[in-house]
């Protein structure tokens, strides 16, 4: 745990910059690791991982184990690693890296759509119109009028945003509770979340994992650094940066998947995907223009993002 520790505003930055290649690239990592890998599996391996090292981080640190509440935890889970992992995976597994990236960070949207009746929290002008850029992108990207080709991997990936949006929206709900604690909290959720996703490779027999030296470094990269190590870092980043401007990164991440796909992968979009995916970064940009201001005004949005993988 001290080897991640961040010391200073300046490390934060650095520290920042880092997570937000590791997490960039993390989406081809996660489509080479699938290409020997059933995604039922592979997802209960680099969940299973990361709730190791999340479990030894929190013993190491000391202080509160046990979550504050297990309804909360069991919310979070729900949304958070059954669905958004198990989506996520699957989408990865199905269709284009970079499309997946995009199409999972759409997740601000989601989450201002739920935290308008869960938060009590009112959509602003200036969202309402991101939500409406976002939507469009999302159709445009989506093509739910072309029923052939990697429709499924794109609604999965739909869904994996809507998930990683709901478990965001919970965990800022449960956050209202004095003795919640952030590292016990999602350690405990993950522990519990990959639970129903141990059955999935039983009743749907996939087959086995192709395992190799290069396999189990791919799953190191996923499991220990992108989702463990990466949420340890955003904990860290958070000691000394706004969640607004730490959440910038969010811009960056599905670029980066999306760039490095096209040049590892070859992965091509057709022009209404192009079209989209501009739609959809207008509509994030004024989401994190709106961070910035409202976090200047000490007036922060009802749920920033709490990441632990990038999506």
């Not at 522990?191 to 799953?219: I, K, N, Y």
């Given at each position: 745990?001290?080897?991640?520790?961040?010391?200073?505003?300046?490390?934060?930055?650095?520290?920042?910059?880092?997570?937000t290649?590791?997490?960039?690239?993390?989406w081809?990592?996660?489509?080479?690791?699938?290409?020997?890998?059933d995604?039922?599996?592979?997802?209960?391996?680099?969940?299973?991982?990361?709730?190791?090292?999340?479990?030894?981080?929190?013993?190491?640190?000391?202080g509160?184990?046990w979550?504050?509440?297990?309804?909360?935890v069991?919310?979070?889970?729900?949304?958070?690693?059954?669905i958004?992992?198990?989506?996520?995976?699957?989408?990865?597994?199905?269709?284009?890296?970079?499309?997946?990236?995009?199409?999972?960070?759409?997740?601000?949207?989601?989450?201002l759509?739920?935290?308008?009746?869960?938060?009590?929290e009112?959509?602003?002008?200036a969202?309402?119109?991101a939500?409406?850029?976002?939507?469009?992108?999302l159709?445009?990207?989506?093509?739910?009028?072309?029923?052939?080709?990697?429709l499924?991997?794109?609604?999965?990936?739909?869904?994996?945003?809507?998930?990683?949006?709901?478990?965001?929206?919970?965990m800022?709900y449960?956050?209202r509770?004095?003795?919640?604690?952030?590292?016990?909290?999602?350690?405990?959720q993950?522990?519990?979340?990959?639970?129903p996703?141990?059955?999935?490779?039983?009743?749907?027999?996939?087959?086995?994992?192709?395992?190799s030296?290069?396999?189990?470094?791919?799953?190191?990269?996923?499991?220990?650094?992108?989702?463990?190590?990466?949420?340890l870092?955003?904990?860290?980043i958070?000691?000394?940066?706004?969640?607004?401007t730490?959440?910038?990164?969010?811009?960056?991440?599905?670029?980066i998947?999306?760039?490095s796909?096209?040049?590892?992968?070859?992965?091509?979009?057709a022009?209404?995907e192009w079209?989209?995916?501009?739609?959809?970064?207008?509509?994030?940009?004024?989401?994190?223009?709106?961070?910035?201001?409202?976090?200047?005004?000490?007036?922060?949005?009802?749920?920033?993002?709490v990441p632990?993988?990038?999506g």
């Amino acid at each position: 745990m001290s080897l991640l520790r961040v010391h200073s505003r300046r490390a934060a930055y650095v520290a920042l910059a880092l997570l937000t290649l590791v997490w960039g690239f993390n989406w081809i990592v996660m489509k080479a690791a699938l290409m020997h890998a059933d995604p039922l599996a592979f997802n209960v391996h680099r969940t299973g991982i990361a709730v190791a090292v999340l479990f030894a981080a929190l013993i190491a640190r000391g202080g509160r184990f046990w979550p504050h509440r297990w309804r909360a935890v069991l919310v979070t889970a729900l949304f958070q690693t059954v669905i958004n992992f198990g989506a996520t995976t699957l989408a990865v597994a199905g269709g284009g890296a970079g499309r997946t990236s995009v199409l999972v960070f759409t997740m601000p949207f989601w989450t201002l759509l739920i935290a308008w009746p869960v938060l009590h929290e009112r959509i602003r002008v200036a969202q309402a119109v991101a939500i409406a850029f976002a939507f469009a992108g999302l159709v445009l990207v989506v093509a739910p009028w072309s029923w052939h080709g990697d429709l499924m991997p794109k609604l999965w990936a739909v869904l994996s945003g809507f998930g990683w949006a709901g478990g965001t929206v919970a965990m800022k709900y449960y956050q209202r509770d004095r003795n919640f604690d952030m590292l016990s909290f999602v350690t405990w959720q993950m522990a519990l979340g990959v639970l129903p996703l141990m059955l999935l490779p039983w009743l749907f027999d996939v087959p086995a994992t192709q395992w190799s030296v290069a396999q189990a470094g791919l799953l190191f990269i996923v499991g220990v650094i992108a989702t463990a190590g990466g949420f340890l870092v955003w904990m860290e980043i958070l000691r000394w940066l706004p969640a607004g401007t730490a959440s910038l990164n969010m811009f960056a991440i599905p670029v980066i998947a999306l760039l490095s796909s096209m040049a590892v992968y070859g992965e091509r979009l057709a022009g209404n995907e192009w079209l989209g995916i501009a739609l959809i970064g207008v509509g994030l940009a004024l989401i994190v223009v709106q961070a910035r201001l409202a976090s200047s005004r000490r007036d922060p949005l009802p749920a920033d993002p709490v990441p632990v993988d990038g999506g």
